[in-house]
């Protein structure tokens, strides 16, 4: 079993959540889908997330998609729940039970829909922490939400012991490393997790502990196996399997609307994730069917899945010399940053 203190580690999955005809929550394939990852390595999983389509859920809802997980995982992974609510007392009240159920800690995004200003985020987390029986993550997602910046994290860092962690998705390299420098030195026991896929290896190099990405939903073998490369120092390698991963990542959150490349990616791998709750226009479906053949060409490469019927193009235009070049530039700075 998973202790409450356990640290904050390793890859955990945003994973989506299926849905049956009816578009109502598919209990039996929420579990299956619970053992795939497990058994394919993730270190945790983080339900209630962006990538869980948490807003597009009812309150009893969420509660029930935690149920199902913590019941499903009986301790074999720890579970960092989702647990942002529309006010404050709400995401409290979500903490207790959450908590109650036996999560590891729980994971609460910066206020969104009001834009308030670092005062104003600081007091809601402080708020928070104060009352809640369980760790808290602090989540930042500028693109959705008011942004956490670097003193606000270091304030709550300090001041509240139930704030132990912080999953950034920003994807800004330099933020994290100011966050990292500002906040170790005063806790050593913090956790920072990345949730860019596209940046995990430098994200690690530079001193995060994980992450919560997205990719661990549909390739868990790939972003296990990146995790365990750039830890174990065997940078060449990693290094080939962060590009081969961006591919994928790419094709997945920039061809379709969020997250619905990821969907449509999890089905060609056989989970049954029935069709999102947001409805998609007929040009929206008709690109994502266009996707699904790229996205399986793409798994194909991998060995996950057959070729689509007519084969796959040829080559994949990337230009290997301006990797190559790019690459040695980033582990050149890191290296006369001590960091490599």
Same mark, same amino acid.
Request: overall charge negative; aromatic content about 8%; some cysteine.
């Given at each position: ?23 109502? /929550? ?27 389509? &948490? ?43 959450? !908590? ?11 206020? &969104? ?51 132990? =962690? ?8 330099? !933020? ?9 030195? /005063? ?61 994928? &990542? ?49 798994? =194909? ?40």
């Amino acid at each position: 079993m998973i202790t409450e203190k356990a640290p904050l580690r390793g890859i955990f999955t945003p994973n989506i959540v299926p849905l049956d005809d009816q578009g109502e /929550i598919n209990e039996a394939e929420l579990r299956r889908y619970v053992d795939w990852l497990i058994e394919r390595g993730v270190h945790g999983l983080y339900p209630n997330g962006s990538t869980g389509e &948490f807003l597009r859920f009812t309150a009893e809802e969420r509660r029930r998609i935690i149920e199902i997980i913590v019941d499903q995982v009986a301790g074999r992974v720890p579970i960092l729940a989702g647990a942002a609510e529309a006010n404050t007392r709400e995401t409290i009240k979500a903490c207790e039970y959450y !908590h109650e159920l036996g999560v590891r800690a729980v994971a609460i995004v910066s206020p &969104f829909y009001y834009r308030l200003s670092p005062a104003g985020v600081y007091a809601y987390f402080r708020e928070i922490a104060r009352n809640s029986p369980v760790d808290i993550t602090l989540y930042n997602i500028p693109m959705f939400a008011s942004p956490i910046d670097v003193p606000t994290v270091a304030r709550l860092a300090e001041e509240c012991e139930r704030v132990v =962690a912080i999953k950034d998705s920003s994807g800004d390299l330099p !933020h994290m490393m100011r966050m990292i420098a500002a906040v170790q030195p /005063i806790r050593p026991d913090f956790a920072f997790l990345t949730g860019w896929d596209a940046a995990l290896m430098p994200m690690l190099l530079v001193g995060c502990h994980g992450g919560t990405n997205a990719t661990s939903g549909v390739v868990p073998e790939i972003t296990r196996k990146l995790y365990d490369l750039t830890i174990a120092g065997r940078l060449d390698q990693a290094r080939d399997l962060q590009y081969r991963l961006l591919k994928l &990542f790419d094709a997945m959150i920039m061809t379709a609307e969020f997250p619905e490349g990821f969907r449509a990616a999890l089905r060609l791998r056989g989970i049954r994730t029935g069709v999102g709750r947001q409805p998609q226009s007929d040009t929206q479906q008709m690109a994502l069917e266009q996707l699904s053949r790229q996205l399986q060409c793409l798994l =194909a490469e991998e060995g996950f899945t057959d070729e689509p019927v007519g084969g796959c193009p040829a080559g994949d235009g990337v230009d290997s010399e301006q990797v190559a070049r790019i690459v040695r530039e980033v582990m050149n700075e890191l290296r006369k940053r001590g960091m490599a």
